[in-house]
């Protein structure tokens, strides 16, 4: 069997052969395997050298100081902490979060469950472009307004929020700034020396490092304090505890290095491949693309093919491995919550496909795409009676359908 | 989510996919579903003098399992009459194509098309 080309690098990235290589040396008896926790014998120094060399790593490639990193098992976690440690100890300065529809659901649900605990939360709607208007963001701001937390890019659409601009508004207001950019790192420069933010979330798998690892910025000057959602041992200085996996936090240290010796070349080979797919669909009738088009980061492209569902789609181009916002890829049944966020028409968001290019694709994966989405349209369009429709000149939207 | 062969096998290869006259006595069209819920399917059938189904046609957007739920309706209905036609129950698509139950709907959907067309030729009598 012919594996089917990776285009989901926004899903997951396969972990890179020199992080790989890197973390098996402190896994076994003749590597590095010690607790870095164990200060009184060589195996925890070897350890602790280990997960200081990385920390630094993840913290060079953001414009941070080492002690400003706390590992996490992921994004995910990262996001729960950012959010409830500091909604649970700034609770006396106010209740009120505001963050954006179409963040990720560890932000969304977090702040759902900071509600049921008595917190108010707006959720902001994005433009159509997918970008937040800071006006409306001004306009939300609060007395007791505590927290925002704005996502840097969007896992979907690939947007880049300007978060300088977001940042600057909560420091005038002396509100903490999260921002969650698990899909911002290594794609998008970031320098936490000059931005005006005071909690970033990062996750390792998205580039090109292992699956279960993760950490949060928390900015010292001026010091940020948070209550700890994981107790135990103290680690990463009572924030989170729980031994460090050291092979793990090698391997995020070793991404984030590649990183950021590669990002600029990288962006510009991605760039060109992603033009090029985007170049290959000319012509097509109906094609739409999800979120702005300048604001984006190299690799993703989102977009819907009208009249053909998602689902069915991605079943005929199956010999590449993308994602769709169709419903049917859910269990909800609900089309992307992030498409619909940006004013999307249930039925384009039904239609969309995220392509995500990265470190591995190539040119003729790009050509071969072309070719297939090309063909495989068509033929889902003549099998599509509101193609039909659509050519008669019916407007799809006035039809009174029988919802199901 | 991996389908089964039979979806495979109707969703790679439609039987009978098209249009008949929707204006013609002696055919019937159903449209059921809503392009918000991710699926719409339009079947047509025409049936003979002796009341017997000759040729069924569809068209679908939507997923593979309603795409191949269409098709196979369309095979199963010809050579029926619109009694025994009306008699072809949604379990029976799920089981035959191994339906899983969150695509249970799409075979409900492909019931409800051979109702509605059903019911659309009878009110042109």
Redesign the interface.
């Known amino acids: 069997m012919t594996t089917p080309i990776y285009m989901d690098y926004s899903a997951t990235t396969p972990v890179d052969a020199r992080v790989a290589k890197k973390m098996m040396q402190y896994l076994t008896m003749d590597g590095d395997f010690g607790n870095p926790a164990s200060n009184s014998h060589y195996y925890g120094w070897q350890a602790d050298e280990a997960v200081k060399k990385a920390r630094q790593q993840v913290a060079d490639l953001i414009g941070a100081d080492a002690k400003e990193i706390v590992w996490t098992s992921g994004a995910t976690e990262s996001n729960n902490l950012a959010i409830k440690g500091i909604a649970h100890f700034y609770h006396k300065k106010g209740k009120h979060i505001i963050t954006l529809k179409t963040e990720h659901k560890a932000v969304l649900d977090t702040c759902r469950q900071l509600e049921r605990e008595g917190y108010e939360v707006d959720y902001l709607d994005p433009m159509p472009n997918g970008l937040l208007d800071i006006n409306v963001l001004k306009a939300t701001m609060r007395e007791d307004t505590i927290l925002v937390s704005i996502m840097h890019v969007n896992n979907e659409i690939g947007v880049i929020q300007d978060i300088e601009t977001i940042g600057n508004l909560c420091r005038e207001n002396k509100v903490f700034f999260h921002v969650d950019a698990a899909q911002s790192a290594g794609k998008v420069a970031i320098d936490l020396s000059k931005l005006p933010v005071d909690l970033m979330s990062f996750s390792a798998h998205k580039i090109y490092g292992p699956k279960g690892m993760g950490a949060l910025y928390v900015q010292r000057k001026p010091r940020i304090r948070l209550e700890a959602q994981m107790h135990g041992g103290g680690h990463e200085r009572g924030m989170r505890s729980g031994t460090l996996a050291t092979h793990q936090i090698v391997g995020m240290g070793e991404a984030f290095a590649i990183a950021n010796a590669e990002m600029v070349e990288e962006n510009k080979r991605i760039r060109a491949l992603r033009d090029r797919l985007l170049a290959g669909f000319d012509g097509m009738e109906e094609v739409v693309i999800n979120g702005d088009m300048d604001a984006r980061i190299p690799g993703n492209l989102n977009i819907s093919f009208n009249?053909?569902?998602g689902?069915?789609l991605m079943?005929a181009i199956n010999e590449i491995a993308v994602s769709s916002g169709?419903?049917?890829?859910s269990?909800s049944?609900e089309?992307s919550y992030v498409l619909r966020a940006l004013g999307l028409?249930?039925?384009l968001a039904?239609s969309s496909i995220r392509f995500t290019i990265g470190r591995y694709t190539t040119e003729q994966d790009v050509d071969k795409a072309i070719a297939l989405v090309r063909e495989k349209v068509q033929k889902l369009r003549?099998?599509?009676?509101?193609?039909?429709m659509f050519k008669e000149g019916i407007d799809?939207s006035k039809v009174e359908?029988?919802?199901? | 989510?991996a389908?089964g062969e039979k979806v495979m096998d109707h969703?790679e290869n439609?039987r009978n996919?098209g249009?008949l006259d929707k204006d013609a006595k002696n055919v019937g069209t159903g449209?059921?579903?809503?392009?918000?819920?991710?699926?719409?399917?339009?079947l047509q059938i025409q049936v003979n003098d002796d009341g017997v189904i000759e040729e069924a046609k569809f068209?679908?957007?939507?997923?593979?399992s309603?795409?191949a739920s269409s098709s196979l309706l369309t095979e199963w209905v010809k050579g029926k009459t619109l009694d025994e036609a009306s008699e072809i129950k949604n379990t029976d698509i799920a089981e035959e194509l191994a339906l899983p139950p969150?695509k249970v709907?799409c075979s409900?959907?492909a019931e409800?098309a051979i109702k509605a067309a059903i019911n659309d030729i009878k009110s042109k009598a």
């Open positions: 009249y053909v569902e689902e069915s079943m169709s419903a049917c890829t269990a049944l089309p028409s249930d039925e039904h003549d099998l599509s009676p509101l193609w039909d799809i359908w029988a919802a199901h | 989510m389908y969703y439609p996919v249009v449209m059921v579903g809503a392009p918000a819920c991710g699926d719409v399917m339009r068209k679908t957007y939507g997923c593979g309603a795409i969150v709907h409900v959907l409800d």
